[in-house]
Structure formats: C-alpha cells, structure tokens
C-alpha cells in the first residue's frame, strides 16, 4: 500500500470508529430514557391508590410491556406464614395460575433464595435450575437456561415482597438492566409500606398496614 492509500484507510477507520461509538451512545441514552419512563409509570401506579393489589397489577403491566418478559410476578410476604402470596401474574396460561397463588419460602426456587438472601439474584447465580424451576419452565415453553432475575422488596429492612421476572432469551443480564430492577423493587417498596390490602382467604382484619405493622 501506498503512504496516500494508508492514509485513506487510517481516515476511514477513525470515521467508523466515531460512528460506531455515536451509535453505541445513542442506543445507551435510549435504553436509559426507556428505564426513566418505567420507573415514572411504576411510580404513578403507586401514587395512584392505596390498595397493594390493584397498584401491583398495574406496576406490573408497565413492567412486563416495557421489559419485554416472557412472564412477571409481583408478591406479598407474609411473614408470619412463611409464604408468599400472589398479588399480580403475567404470561403464565390460565392453568398454572392456581399453582403460584401462594408460595412456601421452603420451596426450592430463585425468589425464595432473593428473599432469604435480602439481595438480588439471577439465573447466573446458580449453576442450573432446580428440576421444580425446569418443570415451570418447561410448561411455559421456555428454556431452563432462560433469563431470569428475582428480587426482594425490601420496606425499613424488612422483606415485605419479591418481584419476579423472566425472559425467553439466554444472554447475560447488563448491569443497567439490574440496575432498573433493583430500582422497581424500591419503588415497588415504598408503595408497599402505605399501602393497604387484603390477603386471601385471610381470616382476621379485612385490611392490613404493612406501614403501621399491625
């Protein structure tokens, strides 16, 4: 190559290299103007009312939509029985419904290790999925290797939900990805300390403050 032609091909690359990373900024600022406008409609469903059930649903809708999960869940702890209770579901088939209404934290699942771990985790957390995880997924046509990240709702240190989202792709979660789930969880926690709800199938008061620990 002549000193002329390596100079071209010197301009060319120092051209796609600007381009490239212009692209690369560009895709990041959208992601991260997208991860705003969730937290900002997470947050008007919590603003919206004070019952839990009806601001998890609709939290949930945003994040499902704007998320692009295969499934979400949303629940409730209760401590005193050990379990979790459903408070919002979407993507699972009408069928399995029934089986996620109430959870025992001894089960052997991703949100049960978030909740007794107080931390964040993912399907990279383990080193494959429990064969009750595989049996689930399997029935939700997805792989077991598909994403998946639980996390606690946590309210003045105390777990009071978990939050439960999967995908039906097998890549790696990016850090700003976990960065807005872990920031859903503290909106999430917020409206689950002032707000009030009612607990199927429950036999004492109609309604419940997780916020007055009555």
């Known amino acids: 190559f002549s000193a002329r032609e390596w100079g071209l091909i010197q301009v060319l ?3 796609a290299s600007m381009a490239v990373q212009n692209s690369m900024l560009y895709d990041e600022t959208r992601k991260q103007l997208a991860r705003t406008e969730l937290l900002r ?18 939290a949930l809708e945003s994040i499902y939509n704007e998320l692009g999960c295969g499934v979400a869940g949303i629940f409730c702890y209760q401590q005193e029985n050990d379990r979790l209770v459903n408070l919002a579901l979407m993507g699972y088939p009408q069928e399995m419904l029934a089986e996620f ?13 978030a909740i007794e771990s107080r931390q964040l985790l993912t399907h990279e957390h383990e080193a494959a999925a429990t064969e009750g995880e595989r049996r689930i997924m399997a029935s939700l046509g997805m792989s077991e290797k598909s994403r ?13 939900g978990g939050l439960a989202l999967a995908f039906n792709d097998e890549r790696a979660f990016l850090a ?9 969880a503290d909106q999430l926690a917020v409206a689950f300390g002032n707000a009030r709800f009612t607990i199927p199938g429950d036999s004492g008061p109609a309604a419940r403050s997780l916020a007055d620990g009555d």
């Open 13 to 15: 690359a120092d051209r």
């Open 41 to 58: 409609k997470v947050a008007a469903a919590c603003a919206a009312s004070n019952d839990l059930t009806r601001i998890a649903r609709q």
């Open 101 to 113: 209404e109430n959870l025992d934290l001894e089960r052997d699942m991703l949100l049960a290790r």
């Open 148 to 160: 998946r990240a639980t996390a606690p709702i946590l309210f003045k240190g105390e777990v009071v």
């Open 176 to 184: 700003g990805e976990l960065e807005a789930i872990g920031s859903l």
